[in-house]
């Protein structure tokens, strides 16, 4: 089995002293659904920032498909389309050439750029928005944009930092279908979420992270059964989330 | 990336400034065509009369190469400069390139290439305005040291305003080298004079400044007359392509004021 990510002692300690991740290491397989899942802080963004260029790692090796990111780092990069945390596009441009300008980044000719980026608008619900600024789209139709235009190069893995923050609640399924539909033709996908039921029913695998170490992780039914012996928060008496989120909160609580 | 995408890459980064800068062109393009405008009228045509002739020629002759570096210096300067700071601090657009295989001296390439592109033609456009307060005339010593210089300064400064860009954590950081170092140095540089001018004191002064040695060239090609050899400021512009070309790859490489 190859793995589409794979990750060895990766610590980044930031300017500020702070010690982002201490020793990391994960392997994601190929055409996996894989949830990264910890609190905020806990190191999520620094990995996928570091896998995708844009975080400086301190010590350790990550390879994408088996490309190094330090020494085979364009070939590496050629495999990735990233959803990040943040809205990071012009929004005085174009929807249509914020996607083809992103397949360009790629080599990808606009010849080639254009039908493809047309049609992932349309299949991700932008079809008449293509030609709008994109100030104009909604927190959704944004989100959505940014999953056309990280899916515009043909990624073999696709890296999505809280792809459904603000998304209302249909949209968010509208969004985790046409993902599911791709992770089954192949795509490889990393999810990091703080919507842990949706992370429960789409994940294959699951690794919890607190604190920059990697606290748990195994295929989503193996970390659930570990931590089944229901005792876990037994004793209270407010709202009881999913398995996983109980699972999550018996790892990275602070009581 | 193989020679088709690396191409590739850089003409979308040329296209998408190129696109800017023209719907913008009420920015980009008109504020220097007024200006010099209005230095052609006050120091070509009001003062000009009264001061006669500089090294041989009429004033306004011999203002406009230095007006037109002007135009050249501050418009490459501020396009790369803004649009890197721009998508650099205000929506992380950078992001889009830097998560891509794009590689750091394309990436350089891409955004300073949109810097000569402004510089250059408004540059033109300035030359092409000046002809209306010379009576329709304009000296041409050498086209090749015209274009040569043009482009060159045009590159120098799309570095420079690239290096402000890159270190730059605010707004003002923008507005602050232009400001109050450019500006200067063109002034001082011997646009609107000769050096032989000057007391001999402050002709030192002009030497250490690198403008002068831009704004001798270029109108070197134009007029034929220099300060000093033209060979000279080619050394001096060439000097400086490559220490700013040495820091924009160190900078872009390391992610240095771009990756935490």
């Not at chain 1, 982002?20 to 994601?28: N, R, Y």
């Not at chain 1, 699951?206 to 928060?233: C, F, P, W």
């Not at chain 2, 304009?138 to 420079?160: D, K, M």
Request: proline share 3%; charged share 15%; hydrophobic share 45%.
């Amino acid at each position: 089995m190859s793995l589409a990510l794979e990750i060895k002692g990766l610590t980044k300690t930031y300017a500020t002293g702070t010690q982002a991740l201490k020793g990391v290491s994960l392997e994601i397989p190929e055409g996996d659904f894989f949830a990264l899942l910890g609190p905020n802080g806990a190191g999520k963004t620094t990995i996928i920032g570091i896998t995708t260029g844009l975080v400086n790692k301190t010590a350790g090796t990550v390879s994408v498909f088996g490309h190094n990111i330090d020494t085979e780092t364009e070939l590496a990069k050629m495999q990735i389309g990233l959803v990040g945390q943040e809205v990071n596009f012009n929004p005085f441009e174009k929807c249509l050439n914020i996607v083809v300008n992103q397949a360009g980044y790629y080599g990808v000719p606009r010849s080639v750029a254009i039908p493809r980026a047309t049609q992932l608008l349309k299949d991700l619900g932008l079809g008449d928005k293509m030609d709008q600024n994109a100030m104009t789209l909604s927190g959704g139709m944004k989100r959505r944009l940014m999953i056309a235009r990280a899916l515009v190069n043909e990624p073999r893995f696709l890296i999505l930092d809280e792809p459904t923050a603000g998304v209302d609640v249909e949209l968010r399924r509208g969004m985790w279908d046409y993902l599911t539909g791709l992770s089954k033709k192949g795509l490889t996908i990393l999810l990091t979420t703080h919507y842990l039921e949706e992370a429960e029913q789409l994940a294959k695998h699951v690794a919890i992270i607190n604190k920059g170490a990697i606290v748990e992780h195994g295929t989503m039914d193996e970390v659930l059964s570990r931590h089944s012996d229901g005792t876990q928060n037994a004793d209270s008496k407010g709202y009881r989330g999913g398995r996983l989120e109980e699972v999550f909160l018996k790892l990275t609580s602070e009581k | 990336m193989n020679p088709q995408q690396l191409w590739i890459s850089f003409y979308t980064m040329l296209r998408k400034d190129i696109v800017r800068m023209f719907r913008i062109w009420v920015q980009t393009f008109l504020p220097s065509v007024i200006t010099s405008c209005l230095y052609f009228l006050i120091f070509g045509t009001v003062l000009g009369s009264r001061i006669g002739d500089m090294q041989g020629v009429n004033y306004m002759t011999f203002v406009i190469p230095g007006l037109v570096m002007l135009a050249i210096v501050t418009n490459a300067y501020s396009n790369t400069s803004f649009t890197f700071f721009q998508s650099k601090f205000f929506f992380r657009g950078i992001d889009e390139i830097l998560v891509s295989p794009t590689p750091p001296w394309l990436l350089i390439a891409g955004f300073i290439s949109g810097g000569i592109v402004r510089g250059v033609l408004v540059g033109t456009i300035v030359l092409l305005v000046s002809i209306f307060f010379t009576g329709l005339h304009l000296a041409v010593h050498n086209l090749f040291i015209i274009l040569g210089f043009a482009i060159l300064t045009a590159l120098v400064f799309s570095l420079a305003g690239l290096v402000n860009g890159v270190y730059a954590k605010s707004i003002d950081a923008i507005n602050i080298v232009p400001t109050f170092v450019l500006t200067p140095l063109v002034y001082l540089g011997g646009v609107f004079y000769s050096v032989h001018s000057l007391p001999h004191i402050a002709q030192y002064f002009t030497y250490v400044n690198p403008i002068f040695y831009l704004i001798n060239g270029f109108r070197y090609g134009f007029l034929g007359i220099a300060d000093i050899p033209v060979w000279i400021s080619l050394g001096v512009l060439g000097g400086m392509v490559a220490f700013l070309i040495g820091i924009n790859w160190y900078l872009i490489r390391t992610g240095l004021g771009l990756k935490q």
